[in-house]
């Protein structure tokens, strides 16, 4: 049996432990698993290095140090975090291979805190920390719950303009060729499918990110199921379907994917969240152009639509945490000079105002920063004669050595002839050669800790 000082030393540990759940979203390319990798690396060094100046509890040195815990759900696969860091200190470092689902990674963090009724209970306290990573396209499926299979047709006819309806060519013709009161043929539905899931990826490589259904374009493990094989027909939804017909397949597969794929992801993965990051890549959509800057806009509002917003009291906290402070990043700022990280924010600013509106109603807290979770370029000049203008300098992707000027993020997005014009031509890097035991170099990974963790840590 335990004795009672025992009792009241776990009691006392039992309160001392708190715990925050962030939500790291963002579209595919952002710069998620780039910022899950860095951040779990940085926490894990806060004991043994000084790389967190803007971290509030590491500058003051309350932080004693961190390690990885095992997760408490076991149904979502490991965040991987090891995998990640072979990537980053390989002796040809490259980047984290893409995610293709959801993960989870889980950390502790010991502190001495300097909050009065925390210290007078114990001289250390345990935040754990669950942070867990979203494919942004999953997220864009929500609205398909409140929808039939007509009427989600109907969206997706309706958004074809532009660009869009280029792409869409090779599956409109496909389509026109189902009878879709016709018996069914699976093989043909496959086929059409498949077109109609090669638009989806032409919409992205173009630099579109608002694709539905999200899974077709990142299946997992549900890749080749017929769950995946719909899309959207043209049909008067008064007429009566005959029986086991294309279309009452087609319909069959919607309501199967509605309900066992997104409502199913919603029921699995859904538990509260009390923080979130929205990372965004702005630069890409500057090198693409004004379309795809405009669509990047509507996907992220959208994306918001998953979450939960809102303050509550202490009492209702307990029983359903909603995120109560978003913030929003543009991420990989390492790509321009720094004297254009403060057009970047404004660009991020333009970038989210509708997805800051859905959030702003439940008044809540929200910020917006460019940071850099890995840095892969080191900033320096180029004189030329008596000139000298700020340079970056880093190894392309195919690993050429390059110091260049990346030229000026604009601070609102251009108008579309700047595109046809001239545009942008921001390049990718190779992530910097670093050492085994020293933390990722980063630019400001610590204001976002500050932002998410701050008062959690005090
Ligand atoms: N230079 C630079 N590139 C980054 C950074 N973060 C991500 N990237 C680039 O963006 C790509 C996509 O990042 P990733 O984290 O896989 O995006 P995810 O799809 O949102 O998880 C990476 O392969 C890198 O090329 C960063 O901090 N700096
Ligand atoms: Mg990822």
């Known amino acids: ?174 389509l026109d060729k189902v009878d879709l009161q016709g018996e069914v043929d699976e093989h043909s539905l496959q086929s059409v499918a498949q077109i109609y899931t090669q638009y989806l990826h032409a919409c992205k490589d173009e630099g579109l990110h608002w694709v539905q259904p999200g899974r077709f374009v990142l299946p997992g493990e549900l890749e080749g199921a017929p769950v995946l094989q719909f899309f959207p ?55 693409t152009g004004y379309e795809s800057f405009m669509d990047m806009r509507s996907a992220l509002e959208q994306l918001m639509h998953s979450f939960r917003y809102g303050r509550s009291g202490m009492v209702k906290r307990l029983f359903a945490p909603r995120i109560d402070k978003v913030l929003f990043a543009a991420t990989k700022a390492d790509h321009v000079t720094p004297e254009q990280h403060s057009n970047l924010v404004s660009l991020l600013q333009q970038m989210v105002h509708p997805a800051w509106q859905t959030a702003s109603f439940e008044n809540i807290e929200m910020s917006c920063i460019s940071m850099a979770s890995i840095q892969a370029t080191q900033t320096g000049f180029i004189t030329s004669g008596d000139q000298s203008i700020p340079a970056i300098q880093g190894v392309s992707l195919s690993g050429e050595p390059l110091t260049v000027y990346p030229g000026e993020v604009p601070k609102k997005l251009p108008s579309e002839e700047y595109w046809q014009k001239r545009g942008f031509e921001f390049t990718a890097f190779k992530p910097m050669a670093s050492q085994q035991d020293e933390p990722l170099p980063h630019i400001r990974m610590d204001k976002a800790l500050e932002y998410l963790l701050g008062d959690k840590l005090k």
């Open 1 to 174: 049996m335990k004795s009672i000082k025992q009792e009241v030393n776990d009691f006392l540990h039992r309160s001392m432990d708190s715990h925050v759940r962030i939500a790291v979203t963002g579209l595919s390319r952002a710069g998620k698993t780039a910022f899950i990798t860095s951040l779990v690396n940085q926490l894990l060094h806060t004991s043994t290095h000084h790389q967190l100046p803007l971290l509030s509890a590491t500058r003051d040195k309350r932080v004693i140090g961190a390690k990885r815990e095992p997760q408490t759900n076991m149904m979502v696969p490991r965040f991987a975090y090891d995998e990640a860091m072979v990537q980053l200190q390989g002796s040809e470092p490259n980047w984290p291979e893409p995610t293709r689902d959801v993960s989870e990674i889980r950390l502790a963090l010991k502190y001495k805190p300097n909050k009065k009724s925390k210290k007078l209970l114990s001289s250390t306290a345990t935040l754990h920390l669950d942070i867990i990573d979203y494919p942004g396209e999953w997220l864009l499926d929500l609205p398909l719950l409140d929808m039939d299979f007509s009427q989600w047709s109907q969206s997706q006819f309706t958004a074809l303009s532009g660009k869009r309806l280029e792409l869409a060519k090779p599956w409109l013709e496909a």
């Open 233 to 287: 027909c043209r049909f008067d939804p008064e007429q009566k379907v005959a029986k086991e017909s294309n279309l009452a397949t087609l319909k069959a597969r919607y309501h199967e994917y509605q309900t066992k794929v997104v409502k199913a992801f919603y029921k699995h993965h859904f538990s509260t969240f009390d923080r979130q990051i929205v990372l965004v890549d702005c630069l890409q959509p500057l090198n």
